[in-house]
């Protein structure tokens, strides 16, 4: 953290893409810019432990690449129907969590609604309202159009605001 911001990278899970968006955040906690957002793309045909540690490796590398001050992953929905999902979801969020970790990054985890409510103030908001308000509040050309970039930013932005909101909070 430099005394004119920080740097937030924010994570959309998934163990076919992991989206990631990197930005640079304000001491008033305003994005001021995209440093990195991407995807990153699981090989699929390979077995649950090494398509874990492709995705461990590859958050290793981008934390190395960005130097990030925190990490903040999505916390993942899971429908009761969907419980074998939910389980590699747990899985991959746990490679998230490490990669931070070893890396030394505090990390934190933000619910779906909240991440929603603080990009367009709609906690159920569709995936095409949130891409839309990401671009305008990242002051973006054009919205990303890969909905997990998306996703990644929103975790980054609704982790700017919350954090100068808990700084409000203590003044």
């Known amino acids: ?33 995209v440093v990195e957002a991407g995807v990153i793309r699981v090989p699929q045909k390979k077995p649950l432990s090494e398509r874990l540690a492709y995705l461990h490796q590859s958050l290793m590398d981008l934390m ?16 009761r129907d969907r419980v074998q999902t939910a389980l590699q979801m747990g899985h991959a969020r746990g490679v998230m969590l490490l990669a931070a970790g070893q890396n030394g990054l505090p990390c934190d ?3 779906p609604a909240e991440i929603k409510r603080a990009v367009t103030g ?7 309202q949130v891409q839309h ?25 609704a982790a700017a605001a919350r954090g100068a909101r808990e700084v409000d909070a203590t003044r």
């Open 64 to 79: 190395r690449e960005c130097s990030p001050d925190r990490v903040v992953v999505e916390q993942v929905f899971v429908h």
């Open 1 to 33: 953290m430099t005394a004119s911001g920080y740097r937030l990278l924010g994570i959309d899970p998934g163990l076919r893409m992991c989206g990631y968006g990197c930005i640079d955040v304000n001491v008033g906690g305003t994005p001021e810019g």
């Open 122 to 128: 709609n906690g159920r908001a569709s995936k095409e």
């Open 133 to 157: 308000a990401v671009g305008i509040l990242l002051g973006l050309p054009e919205a990303p159009t890969q909905p997990d970039t998306a996703d990644a930013l929103a975790v980054a932005i």
């Open 109 to 111: 985890e933000l619910a």
